[in-house]
């Protein structure tokens, strides 16, 4: 597998190095994952998210939702003895665990499972201390003039 050398980026900026880490880890994850189960990821506005995950046959207590430090882990298992007999199985209803990176200061708000479909909402609220603010300039009259050699002379106009 070839990789790609990040160090010009760590050279060239700072605090890029949590996105280095993981474009590095994308490039080297394992391609035979499954895609299961299929997802969705939707932008609702500016703020808001949505991702849905196609989880038919799972039932509300068989699946768990988890976020940790900007990682949302969803896992789906069927309780022991659920064993059937089909003619046919097209439906995959197997364990699985789905993960995604969340940017900083994405939240997870809800979740909610309705016809075999599990949406779990997702805000941005990026904390006021975070968010551009404009600077204003004092305005004052003051000028400075030097005179030859001695310290600058305050005048106000």
Same mark, same amino acid.
Request: hydrophobic share 35%; glycine share 6%.
């Given at each position: 597998? !070839?990789?790609?050398? @990040? #160090? +010009?980026?760590?050279?060239?900026?700072?605090? =890029?190095?949590?996105?280095?880490? %993981? &474009?590095?880890?994308?490039? #080297?994850?394992?391609?035979?994952?499954?895609?299961?189960?299929?997802?969705?990821?939707?932008? &609702?506005?500016?703020?808001?998210?949505?991702?849905? %995950?196609? $989880?038919?046959? =799972?039932?509300? !207590?068989?699946?768990?939702?988890?976020?940790?430090?900007?990682? %949302?882990?969803?896992?789906?298992?069927? +309780? +022991?003895?659920?064993?059937?007999?089909? @003619?046919?199985?097209?439906?995959?209803?197997?364990? =699985?665990?789905?993960? =995604?990176? %969340?940017?900083?200061?994405?939240?997870?708000?809800?979740?909610?499972?309705?016809?075999? @479909?599990?949406?779990?909402? &997702? $805000?941005?609220?990026? +904390?006021?201390?975070?968010?551009?603010?404009?600077?204003?300039? !004092?305005?004052? !009259?003051?000028? &400075?003039?030097?005179?030859?050699?001695?310290?600058? $002379?305050?005048?106000? $106009?």
């Amino acid at each position: 597998m !070839n990789s790609i050398d @990040l #160090s +010009p980026l760590y050279r060239n900026s700072i605090g =890029f190095d949590r996105f280095a880490s %993981l &474009l590095d880890s994308a490039l #080297s994850s394992d391609t035979s994952a499954t895609g299961y189960p299929p997802y969705n990821i939707e932008v &609702l506005d500016d703020n808001r998210y949505a991702i849905t %995950l196609a $989880v038919a046959g =799972f039932k509300q !207590n068989e699946l768990d939702i988890k976020v940790e430090k900007n990682l %949302l882990t969803v896992r789906g298992s069927n +309780p +022991p003895g659920t064993e059937r007999k089909y @003619l046919y199985h097209g439906i995959a209803d197997r364990a =699985f665990e789905r993960k =995604f990176n %969340l940017a900083d200061y994405i939240e997870v708000t809800d979740a909610e499972l309705v016809n075999g @479909l599990l949406t779990i909402s &997702l $805000v941005k609220e990026v +904390p006021d201390v975070m968010k551009p603010k404009t600077i204003t300039m !004092n305005r004052t !009259n003051r000028v &400075l003039e030097h005179n030859g050699d001695e310290n600058a $002379v305050e005048n106000n $106009v």
